[in-house]
């Protein structure tokens, strides 16, 4: 069974700090990997999108970066954060070609 | 652009009561429809997805009916437990086959199931 792993679970960080969140996904080989986005009591917003190692293509502009280092990992991170940062990132893979996202437990942000 | 409306806002009911939350969307051809449930401090659950007109997908008692002609799929459950107390999200997925994982979320639904 496939597992999907999110670290840390929460973050309290200053405005202008560097940021890093990770993502491990373990039993599914070469899987689609996302990062979503979603402000405290709102919808979900899709940020990243990776279908192999070492390619990102970016969704939405929001100072964020993120990277594929290895087939199974997914980081998002930025230099300086922003308060408009705050919420909960969501982690998601999928099955190359289909279109469900199955997401992992998500690290909740607060940025102050 | 895709787009989906859902049951704005809260849903109260008690243990027993026949849930219904409304979801209906806008895209071009056939999307992929699912529901997806949240519960607090959780990432969102599959519950199930429909990909055809007429398509029903079900899991844990509650159900949905791909309408292509009123471009719906509302969430219904006969009898709700406390347990259920959740928020569910209405989706698509516009382009079949696609890696881009773009899904189109409504802004969710809570449900509060009193005991």
């Known amino acids: 069974a496939q597992t999907i792993h999110q670290w840390p679970v929460a973050e309290i960080k200053a405005v202008g700090s560097p940021l890093s969140l990770g993502c491990t996904i373990k039993?599914?080989?070469?899987?689609?990997l996302y990062w979503y986005w979603q402000a405290t009591g709102g919808t979900l917003q899709q940020l990243f999108y990776s279908i192999t190692v070492g390619q990102v293509e970016s969704v939405v502009q929001l100072n964020l970066s993120a990277s594929r280092p290895k087939d199974d990992q997914f980081i998002l991170s930025t230099e300086k954060l922003l308060l408009s940062h705050s919420g909960f990132y969501l982690c998601?893979?999928?099955?190359?070609?289909?279109?469900?996202?199955?997401f992992g437990a998500g690290t909740r942000l607060s940025v102050l | 652009g895709d787009s989906v409306t859902q049951t704005e806002g809260q849903v109260a009911l008690s243990e027993e009561d026949f849930l219904t939350i409304h979801c209906n969307y806008s895209?071009?051809?056939?999307?992929?429809l699912f529901w997806y449930v949240q519960y607090p401090g959780e990432g969102p659950q599959l519950l199930f997805r429909a990909s055809r007109d007429k398509e029903k997908g079900s899991s844990r008692g509650f159900e949905a009916t791909y309408d292509k002609g009123t471009t719906s799929f509302h969430l219904r459950k006969a009898s709700v437990q406390e347990s259920d107390s959740a928020v569910y999200y209405c989706a698509l997925s516009g382009v079949p086959g696609a890696n881009t994982g773009k899904l189109t979320f409504g802004h969710g639904t809570i449900l509060r199931v009193h005991p």
């Open positions: 039993g599914k080989s070469s899987p689609n």
């Open positions: 998601a893979w999928a099955t190359g070609g289909q279109n469900t996202l199955y």
């Open positions: 895209a071009s051809g056939y999307p992929t």
